[in-house]
C-alpha cells in the first residue's frame, strides 16, 4: 500500500512538472511581431529589424510613451537599421555599418538617434556617450491613426530617401542620402579603359542623373553596334526624346518595335510593346 502511494505520488509530480515543457510548445501570436526588411539603396542597402507595437485601444505618445524621454522606437529589442555604405542621416554623416534607432519624443520637435550599442533590450541601458548621431525632426499629424507602428523607406530616389516612422495619427521623417555619384562616375573611367567597357549601363547612369545626354547617346550608340536588342533601341528613343530629336527617336523606337517581335517571353514582348508604341506616340506629336 504505501508503495502504491509512492507511485502514484510520483506520477502526479510527473505530470505537474510535465505541464511548463508542454506550455514551451504552444505557438501563440505574437503581441509586437519582428519586421525584417532590406531595401536596395544607392550601390548597397538599407536593413531594418524592429517590433511592432499596436495601440490597442491605449493612447501613445504622452502617455504610453512619454514625451521627454528616450524610447526604442518599436518593442522589444532595440530598434536596428543597417546601411550598406557611408550616408548622411538628416544631413549628418554616418558611416556604413549597424546601429540602434531611438527616440525622444516631443509634441513640436522630435530627436532622432542612431546608437552604436545594437544589444540592448529597449532603452533600458541606452548610454548617449555612444550616440553616433542625433538629429530633429518635425512631428506631423495624420488624418486617420496608424493602429500599429512602422518604419518605412519612402520618396525613393538612386541615391535619397526617407525613413518615416508612423504610429496614431503622429508621423516623424528623416531624409537619407548618399554620395555615390562620385564613387560610380570613377568606376565607369576606369571601366571605360578595359576591354569590356560598360556602355549601355553607363549610358543609362548618364540618363537617369541628367549627365551629358550626348555622351549617353554616344555611348548606347556603341553598345548597339555590338550587340542590337529591341531594349537598347528602347532606350536610344528614351535619350533622344530628352534631346529632342524627335525624328531620329522615333526611327530608334521602329527598330525596337522589329527586334520585339523575336523575342520569345510574351510578356516581355507584350510590355516593351506597349512601352515602344507609347513612345512613338510621344515623339510623333512633337515636331
Known amino acids: 500500500m504505501k508503495l502504491l502511494s509512492t507511485l502514484v505520488l510520483a506520477g502526479g509530480l510527473c505530470s505537474v512538472a ?51 524621454q528616450v524610447w526604442r522606437t518599436g518593442a522589444n529589442s532595440s530598434t536596428r537599421i543597417k546601411f550598406g555604405e ?44 555612444l550616440d553616433q548621431v542625433r538629429v530633429k525632426a518635425k512631428p506631423r499629424t495624420a488624418n486617420t491613426a496608424a493602429e500599429s507602428f512602422a518604419i518605412t523607406l519612402e520618396n525613393l530616389q538612386p541615391a535619397a530617401a526617407d525613413l518615416y516612422l508612423r504610429w496614431d495619427k503622429v508621423r516623424v521623417s528623416v531624409p537619407i542620402e548618399a554620395d555615390a555619384d562620385a564613387r560610380i562616375m ?3 573611367q576606369d571601366a ?22 550626348n555622351q549617353a547617346i554616344a555611348w ?8 542590337p536588342s529591341y531594349y537598347a533601341y528602347y532606350w536610344k528613343g528614351k535619350m533622344l526624346q530628352k534631346a529632342n530629336r524627335n525624328a531620329e527617336a522615333a526611327d530608334a523606337v521602329r527598330q525596337s518595335l522589329a527586334l520585339v517581335k523575336q523575342e520569345k517571353n510574351e510578356h516581355s ?19
Do not use: C, H
Open 86 to 129: 557611408e550616408v548622411k542621416f538628416g544631413g549628418q554623416v554616418v558611416p556604413a555599418g549597424t546601429y540602434a534607432l531611438f527616440t525622444i519624443p516631443d509634441p513640436k520637435e522630435w530627436t532622432i538617434i542612431l546608437n552604436k550599442d545594437t544589444s540592448q533590450w529597449g532603452a533600458y541601458d541606452y548610454r548617449p556617450e
Open 192 to 213: 571605360m579603359k578595359t576591354d569590356k567597357k560598360p556602355y549601355f549601363a553607363a549610358a543609362q547612369y548618364y540618363y537617369s542623373t541628367g549627365k551629358d545626354l
Open 269 to 287: 514582348r507584350d510590355e516593351y510593346t506597349r512601352l515602344n508604341e507609347q513612345l512613338l506616340k510621344e515623339v510623333k506629336g512633337k515636331k
Open 220 to 227: 548606347l550608340d556603341e553598345s548597339i553596334k555590338q550587340q
Open 186 to 188: 570613377a568606376q565607369i
Open 18 to 68: 510535465a505541464l511548463p515543457l508542454q506550455a514551451q510548445q504552444l505557438r501563440l501570436p505574437v503581441m509586437s511581431p519582428t519586421v525584417r526588411m532590406r531595401q536596395d539603396f544607392s550601390t548597397s542597402y538599407i536593413e531594418l529589424t524592429y517590433g511592432r507595437p499596436s495601440k490597442r485601444g491605449r493612447d501613445i505618445f504622452g502617455k504610453l510613451e512619454p514625451y521627454g
